[in-house]
C-alpha cells in the first residue's frame, strides 16, 4: 500500500469519526502521537501493520456468526467463513499444527477454550454437561462447587506467579482457579532457571490433570520435550500457553525441543505481542481434541468477532513471509543486546540474561520496588511495566521486578546499538531514583524522589533515540 493510501484511509477515518464523537477522534490522534513518542519496552505489546489495523474497522464487525465454519447458528456467514477459514489455514501452515480455532476474543479465552475441551475430553457428568451449557459467568457457587464434586478435584500444575507463570494457570483469583485444584512448579533459586527434575517430582505427587507450561516473564527457553515426557509419566494432558512467544515459533527461532507445537497436546496463544497481529486469541491441536476445541463458542465464547478474525487473517499472512524470520531473530538479538548493556552497568537480572524476548530486572539492587521504578522510568519517557520476581518480598503489586521487553521497538528498526543506548537510560533513571517516605515518614513502597530535570534530559534523549526510526511512517495524520 502507498503512504498516500495509508494517510488517507487513517485521515479519513477520524474525520468520520469526528463527525459524530470528535473527543473519541482526538483521544485516537493522541494515541498515535503517544505512541510515536514513547520508548515502548512493554514486552506484551507490539506495533500491528497498517493492514491489520484497517482490517478491523469494517462491516464484519455487524456480523453474529456462533459456531463454526459451515456450521453457524445464524444466516448469511458465507463471508464470516472465507476469513475464518483463512486465519485457520494461515495458522495451521504457520505453526505446523493439525488444527486452529480462531475464535478467542483474548489469550484468557484461548485458555478457557482448552482447559474445558480437556476436561470435556476427559470427563464426563452432569455438572459439566451443565457447565458447558451456560456461560462460565452464569455458574454460581454451588454450581462450581457440584462440578469440583462431581469432576473429584481435578488438578492442574503449572508455573508459579513469581516465577513467571501466569494467572490463568489455576490461581485463585482467576476463573481457573475455581475450575482446577492447583500447584506451582517454580525454579531453581540460585539460578532462576525451570529445574525439570523438581517439576518430574511434582507432578508425580500431585497427579495433576493438566500439567500447563509457558510464562509471562520467565526470560529463558523451555523444554517441551522434557515437559512433554514428564506428562506422560503421570498421565496429564500437556498444555502450552505460548501467548508470549508465538512470535519466535512462528519466525522459526524456537525450533525442536523449544518449539511447543509437536510436543504439547493444546497449544494456546494471543495473536498480539510477539506475533504483531491484532488483540485477540488462538487455539492448536491435534484432531483429538479440535472437535471439543470448535464448541468455544458458545461453551465459553460469546459471539465471535468476524472482523477481528479478518486482521487475524492479514497478520498471519505477513508472518507467513521470510522477513518475518528475520524480525523475530532480531526481537532475541536485541533483548540479548539489551540484557547485556544492562549486566554491564551494573543491574541484577533475573536468571543472568534472557533467551526470548524479555528481560527482567531486580530492582531492588537500586533501592526500588517495582512500582517506584516503573513511574520513574515512566516519567522519563520509557514505558514498562512492574513485575515480580521470584520469592519477591515484595508480593506481586509492589513487586520487586522491571520487565522489559523488544519486540516493539524492533518492529520500529532499533538494533543492538539502540539496545545498547536504552540500557544507559534505563539505568540512569533507575541510579538516580531514591525510595520516598509516606507522611508518618515511613519508607514507602509507592513514592519515590526523581530530579525532573533528570527525567527531562532522560526523555529528550529517548526522543532523540527514537528519532531515526519513526513510528507507521506511511501514516500522516496532518
Known amino acids: 500500500m502507498s503512504r498516500n493510501a495509508e494517510s488517507t484511509a487513517f ?21 498515535l502521537a503517544d505512541q510515536r513518542e514513547s520508548l515502548k519496552l512493554i514486552a506484551s505489546e507490539n506495533y500491528a501493520s497498517p493492514a491489520t489495523l484497517l482490517t478491523m474497522g469494517n462491516w464484519f464487525s455487524d456480523k453474529y456468526a456462533e459456531g463454526t465454519v459451515g ?57 459439566l454437561r451443565k457447565a458447558q451449557a451456560r456461560h462460565v459467568n452464569d455458574l454460581t457457587e454451588a454450581d ?15 508455573m508459579s506467579l513469581d516465577a513467571g507463570g501466569h494467572l490463568t494457570h489455576g490461581f485463585r483469583p482467576n476463573i481457573s482457579g475455581k475450575m482446577f485444584d492447583q500447584r506451582s512448579y517454580g525454579t531453581d533459586p540460585s539460578t532462576g532457571l525451570i529445574d525439570y527434575d523438581r517439576v ?23 523444554n517441551f520435550r ?39 497436546h493444546i497449544v494456546t496463544t494471543t495473536t498480539h505481542k510477539s506475533l504483531r497481529g491484532p488483540r485477540g486469541g488462538m487455539v492448536l491441536c491435534g484432531p483429538e481434541l479440535a472437535d471439543q476445541v470448535d464448541r468455544g463458542c458458545p461453551m465459553v465464547l460469546g459471539g465471535p468477532l468476524p472482523h477481528v478474525m ?23 538479538d536485541n533483548a540479548q543486546a539489551l540484557a547485556d548493556g544492562l549486566l554491564r552497568r551494573g543491574a541484577t537480572l533475573v536468571t543472568g540474561g534472557t533467551d526470548n524476548h524479555l528481560v527482567l530486572i531486580d530492582v531492588s539492587g537500586y533501592g526500588l520496588t517495582g512500582r517506584q521504578a516503573e513511574q520513574a522510568l515512566l516519567d522519563s519517557g520509557i514505558v514498562t511495566n512492574r513485575n515480580a520476581v521470584p520469592q519477591d518480598p515484595n508480593g506481586a ?8 521487553g523488544t519486540p516493539a521497538l524492533t518492529t ?5 546499538t539502540e539496545m545498547d543506548a536504552t540500557a544507559e537510560l534505563i539505568h540512569t533513571v533507575l541510579s538516580q531514583t531514591t525510595a520516598g517516605t509516606g507522611p508518618d515518614g515511613a519508607a514507602s513502597k509507592a513514592k519515590y524522589v526523581l530530579d525532573p530535570a533528570v527525567a527531562e534530559q532522560v526523555g529528550k534523549q529517548a526522543a532523540d533515540l527514537l528519532a531515526p526510526f519513526p513510528l507507521y511512517p506511511t501514516v500522516d495524520l496532518a
Open 11 to 31: 485521515r479519513s477515518a477520524l474525520e468520520v469519526i469526528r463527525a459524530v464523537e470528535p473527543r473519541v477522534a482526538d483521544a485516537i490522534g493522541a494515541e
Open 310 to 332: 479478518a486482521a487475524k487473517a492479514v497478520a498471519l499472512a505477513e508472518a507467513r513471509r521470510p522477513d518475518f524470520a528475520d524480525y523475530a531473530q532480531r526481537i532475541v
Open 144 to 158: 462450581w462447587f457440584a462440578l469440583r464434586r462431581e469432576l473429584g478435584d481435578q488438578r492442574m500444575l503449572g
Open 71 to 127: 456450521r453457524r447458528f445464524y444466516a448469511g456467514c458465507q463471508n464470516v467463513d472465507t476469513v475464518e477459514a483463512l486465519a485457520a489455514e494461515h495458522a495451521r501452515e504457520l505453526f505446523g499444527a493439525t488444527h486452529a480455532y480462531v475464535q478467542p476474543h483474548s489469550g484468557i479465552d484461548a485458555n478457557l477454550v482448552a482447559f474445558w475441551a480437556i476436561l470435556a475430553d476427559r470427563v464426563e457428568s452432569p455438572a
Open 397 to 404: 503489586w509492589y513487586t520487586s521486578g522491571i520487565r522489559i
Open 412 to 416: 520500529r528498526g532499533l538494533g543492538a
Open 226 to 264: 522434557i515437559m512433554r515426557e514428564i506428562a506422560d509419566s503421570v498421565g496429564a494432558t500437556f498444555m502450552v500457553d505460548m501467548a508470549h512467544f508465538a512470535g519466535l515459533v512462528a519466525g522459526k527461532v524456537f525450533t525442536g525441543d523449544f518449539d511447543p507445537v509437536p510436543h504439547a
Open 200 to 222: 518430574a517430582e511434582a507432578a508425580r505427587e500431585f497427579r495433576p490433570l493438566i500439567l500447563v507450561a509457558g510464562y509471562s516473564a520467565y526470560p529463558r527457553k523451555v
